[in-house]
């Protein structure tokens, strides 16, 4: 525990503060901006931030705060009480406050803010009559209750939303605003009787005890389930807790001369330079970001509030230039006065983030490193993604706000809770989420979901913002559809969509169609291209892809790969004629029969490969020998072995013969890999010769080629030894025949720990490394990669590991073994033949930035992933090479 001088509250206000901008650590992000803009000149009401240290401590010391935070709290509301020129609890003019949550990073699941904090019965009066506006007081309370007891004491909000829509229907009025002060008055006598029957005892009257209540609450969202699944989710740790800010009241819902905002200073959808956000006359702040009424755009506020429309334009520009990054601001209009409530950096999209990122290196504010290292590169998955087909004849019947781009198809699911248990029981299905809202409480059911879509909001609601973070399509304040979650179902006019029927969504500009509709995928160029070169300019480490057509391989290089990295043969062996001779292959009595049936397999190999070196012309291929166990290619069900003995002309009791002669307890761990061509010599024997013929044919039309023959699942160097002296014999008599050469290297990947710790022997036979990091995980852990889903949760959840392995590579374990296999190889690489040993990485890992990182710091060559995680290693690789990465993650 700290001594009762460490300083735990720091006041702002005042045009002075306390704290500054780069406190985020102990003041939270919104507590160091609070203090930032109060210095620098910005209308900032004044307040106080309890630190992040206290959360820590709070939990430390068994949920009690420590002793010299009540004092410091007095103190610091007495300063807000000489600027406010107001008291807190004073009967006839009283100073109220919001409580507000805010740790280092901005995310979902923490405690809402409360507002109006301070009113009572007895002060609800004096306010009424100091502003001669009985409404106003009123409304203050009624949203006092509602957000005191759903956000501090646990009673569902919807209990208090019931009653206001039951009042409205008796009043026969539609909004809020309609409602007298004499309705509202009544509200909140129905809103107390809400929160005495779910609390368990009356409204606090005291205002220091509503204070130090809604304080608590804070400290408790920390560890609520909402706050602990968003930092699991993205993989937030390090945090000491949130802190805590406390502000004067200022009002947005005192009349039409009165208002309230949520902007951002650049477009976070496309990063253009415009002002955008949402605003409403006569409400206040949450009103916005909630989403229970659609709210107007920001361009419209200058016909409004003309003067205030112009001070906002001044702030955005004052901003932009002290932070040098887009921010994400929330106001409020007190009788024409503005007032800034917050600033923090703004959540975009990924084709935001470089524009964004573009365009203030060519303004100016920062320079090409900064730029690379603001953009996240897993944001860049928002550029790839898929677009609906112009093509497409499908109309929209609904157009909603556009929050996120990209298209999303997927059947209807009504609920986050019905979304994870959809997601359980059928998890390769496409969700939709379809709320009239969402909140905090969703995040589980949003993160499963292709694409999200809301009836209400505007797009700085919950539904946009955590969309955009996590790069899905969303579209908002699609008021045209009406839930009725009873029924499951939607009605959008007269079209009824059940639960599990296809919808699709348009991110990018707010329509919604019925049905599945096609999609394409998008173009790169322009910004994206800019900053890809100047990652390439900085980058070290090399991209190449992992592909195993023509297709893939032509895609992967326009998304910039300098080469293959993996190319799996197995996967040219599964559709038309060529499972037939696969099969016939597997099935064959003897080498001659193999041979017969190999023989039929190489044109298809050569073709194969032919089209593989033609794309990427000039540019290292590396092939993988075929490598899963034969008994993947036959049937295992009755009907399925039936069919390949019609097929084959042979009894169907021979094939079920060869499928239980091929069955093993554990296949990952039997005849596969380099294993296969050592019993079966003439499967590898024609597996070198169709890539050798096929880089002698590419060759001759003029083209380069750099075969790589690599030979997986290596646990002993004598294995390597003897399929590199078999493969140097087939290129001979290639060679001969042809009366041309190709070079050509010869490797092996290293998945096997025992690879990895002989890497000094393997390194005298192969040519080059390939860390196949998903099979060099799978045996390191003895978990099965197709059978973690059952624990892996749990896992993570209870921090035995921080993240799947799977999904990011586990550096204490894997890593050591990836980084002593480096050393040991090119140390005796480079004693023995005086040569440099090319080491890479070809498990999915290639493309996790963190992962990539890693790969940078053991010194590797190059780093492989699918074609469309090829932008995201080359920037992480670019990240890597620039050193600490200062993006809001």
Not at 85 to 99: A, E, H, I, R, W
Not at 734 to 753: A, Q, R, S, Y
Request: proline share 5%; aromatic share 6%; hydrophobic share 40%.
């Amino acid at each position: 525990m700290s001594t009762s001088k460490s300083k735990y509250v720091y006041s702002f206000g005042g045009g002075k503060a306390e704290g500054r901008s780069d406190m985020k650590e102990l003041l939270g992000g919104k507590g160091a901006n609070l203090a930032e803009m109060s210095s620098i000149g910005i209308p900032v009401p004044p307040g106080f931030t309890i630190t992040t240290e206290v959360c820590h401590e709070y939990y430390e010391g068994g949920k009690k705060l420590p002793e010299a935070v009540k004092p410091q709290v007095e103190e610091a509301l007495l300063h807000v009480e000489k600027i406010a020129g107001k008291k807190f609890g004073d009967p006839k003019d009283p100073l109220l406050v919001s409580v507000r949550s805010g740790a280092a990073l901005s995310m979902p699941g923490m405690m809402n803010t409360i507002l109006n904090l301070g009113l009572n019965d007895e002060s609800v009066e004096g306010l009424a009559a100091k502003t001669d506006n009985p409404r106003f007081a009123y409304d203050g309370y009624r949203r006092l209750i509602d957000m005191f007891g759903s956000t501090a004491m646990g009673v569902d909000h919807e209990h208090f939303e019931h009653e206001l829509t039951a009042l409205k229907k008796e009043k026969n009025v539609k909004l809020d605003t309609d409602l007298s002060a004499a309705d509202l008055k009544e509200l909140v006598k129905r809103y107390k009787a809400v929160y005495s029957k779910h609390v368990g005892e009356g409204f606090p009257q005291d205002p220091k005890d509503q204070l130090w209540k809604a304080i608590m609450a804070v400290f408790n969202s920390w560890m609520g389930n909402k706050a602990v699944q968003y930092r699991r989710i993205e993989r937030i740790t390090g945090l000491k807790g949130t802190a805590v800010n406390v502000q004067a009241m200022v009002f947005g819902n005192t009349g039409g001369d009165s208002g309230t905002g949520v902007a951002f200073t650049r477009d976070p959808n496309t990063g253009e330079d415009v002002f955008y956000g949402d605003y409403l006359i006569n409400a206040q702040g949450e009103d916005v970001v909630a989403g229970i009424r659609t709210p107007e755009p920001i361009s419209k506020l200058h016909e409004e509030m003309p003067k205030v429309y112009g001070q906002l334009m001044d702030i955005r520009k004052k901003l932009e230039t002290h932070y040098k990054e887009m921010q994400d601001i929330e106001f409020t209009v007190e009788k024409g006065t503005l007032y800034m409530l917050q600033t923090r950096t703004g959540k975009r999209t990924g084709s935001s983030a470089v524009r964004i990122a573009v365009e203030m290196v060519k303004e100016g504010l920062i320079d090409e490193k900064t730029a690379l290292k603001r953009v996240n590169p897993d944001s860049l998955n928002h550029l790839l993604l898929p677009q609906l087909d112009p093509k497409s004849k499908v109309k929209a019947v609904a157009t909603g706000i556009a929050a996120s781009p990209g298209a999303a198809c997927g059947k209807v699911i009504l609920s986050a809770d019905a979304a994870v248990a959809h997601h359980e029981a059928h998890p390769n299905d496409a969700i939709l989420l379809v709320r009239k809202e969402t909140s905090p409480e969703d995040v589980a059911g949003m993160h499963l979901a292709k694409g999200i879509l809301t009836a209400t909001g505007g797009k700085a609601s919950h539904a946009a913002v955590v969309a955009r973070g996590w790069g899905k399509p969303c579209v908002v304040g699609c008021d045209a559809i009406h839930i009725d979650e009873k029924k499951g179902q939607i009605t959008i006019g007269d079209q009824v969509v059940k639960v599990g029927d296809y919808l699709t969504i348009n991110g990018t500009n707010g329509d919604v169609m019925v049905g599945q509709v096609p999609t394409v995928d998008p173009s790169i160029s322009g910004h994206f291209a800019e900053l890809m070169g100047w990652a390439d300019k900085t980058r070290t480490l090399k991209v190449r892809t992992n592909a195993d057509a023509p297709a893939d391989a032509k895609k992967a290089r326009e998304f910039g790969a300098e080469g293959i990295g993996l190319c799996r043969t197995e996967h040219m062996f599964f559709e038309g004629q060529r499972i037939v001779d696969m099969r016939k292959m597997i099935l064959a009595d003897d080498t001659a029969g193999r041979e017969k049936a190999l023989s039929a397999l190489e044109p298809y190999q050569r073709e194969d490969f032919v089209g593989i070196f033609e794309a990427m012309d000039g540019l290292p291929v590396t092939i993988r020998l075929l490598d899963p166990p034969l008994h993947e290619f036959l049937p295992h069900d009755e009907a399925g072995q039936s069919e390949v003995a019609k097929q084959l002309g042979i009894p169907v009791e021979k094939v079920k013969r060869r499928v239980e002669q091929l069955h093993e307890a554990n296949p990952m761990l039997g005849l596969r890999g380099c294993r296969l061509p050592i019993k079966f010599p003439e499967i590898g024997d024609m597996q070198v010769r169709a890539i050798l013929e096929a880089a002698i044919e590419v060759k001759k039309k003029g083209k380069s080629v750099l075969p790589e023959i690599m030979i997986p699942l290596v646990g002993t160097v004598e294995e390597l030894a003897i399929l590199k002296k078999r493969a140097l014999a087939v290129a001979e008599q290639v060679f001969k025949k042809h009366g041309t050469k190709v070079e050509f290297l010869i490797g092996t990947m290293i998945e096997i720990p025992r690879a990895a710790l002989t890497a000094d022997q393997i390194a005298e036979e192969a040519e080059f490394f390939s860390f196949g990091t998903n099979d060099l995980t799978q045996l390191t852990f003895g978990f099965s990669r197709d059978d973690i889903g059952s624990f892996m949760p749990a896992y993570v959840d209870q921090k035995i590991l921080p993240v799947d392995p799977f999904q990011t590579l586990d550096q204490k374990g894997v890593g050591q073994l990836v980084e002593v296999g480096t050393q040991r190889g090119r140390k005796a690489r480079k004693e023995k033949h005086d040569q440099h040993l090319k080491v890479g990485i070809c498990g999915e890992h290639g493309g996790d930035p963190e992962s990539v990182v890693f790969c940078h710091k053991v010194g590797m060559d190059y780093v492989s992933c699918s074609p469309f995680r090829v932008p995201i290693a080359r920037l992480a690789a670019a990240q890597a090479a620039l050193g600490n990465v200062s993006r809001d993650k």
